[in-house]
Nanobody
Framework: QVQLVESGGGLVQAGGSLRLSCAAS????????MGWFRQAPGKEREFVAF????????VHAESVQGRFTISRDNAKNTVYLQMNSLKPDDTGVYYC???????????????WGKGILVTVSS
């Protein structure tokens, strides 16, 4: 089992920044790809970013490319999502994810955090 706990969400004005953190415990953190998904009100959960255990394989969704950056610190068992130039469309619940493989579909993720709310006001 892997337990994931997100932090760092909140309310921010459009154009602002937030950094989400996800602390992992349980099985060996470095064995897992880590990622972020989000779910806006009334919409399906969607892929945001993923990173491999070395930090060299990184993928961001086109909608956040150039604004969001995923990173990880294996010594701290933590993955981050730096979010800059936030837009109202970025509003939603952000979920941390862990999987043994790179995944873009939320249907097959091994482990999820409970999620944290990010609200971007216009």
């Amino acid at each position: 089992q892997v337990q994931l706990v997100e932090s760092g969400g909140g309310l921010v004005q459009a154009g602002g920044s937030l950094r989400l953190s996800c602390a992992a415990s349980g099985r060996t953190f470095s064995n897992y790809y880590m990622g972020w998904f989000r779910q806006a009100p009334g919409k399906e959960r969607e892929f945001v970013a993923f990173i491999d255990w070395t930090g060299t394989f990184i993928v961001h969704a086109e909608s956040v490319q150039g604004r969001f950056t995923i990173s990880r610190d294996n010594a701290k068992n933590t993955v981050y999502l730096q979010m800059n130039s936030l837009k109202p469309d970025d509003t939603g619940v952000y979920y941390c994810a862990a999987d043994r493989n790179y995944r873009r579909s939320p249907q097959v993720i091994d482990y999820w955090g409970k999620g944290i709310l990010v609200t971007v006001s216009s």
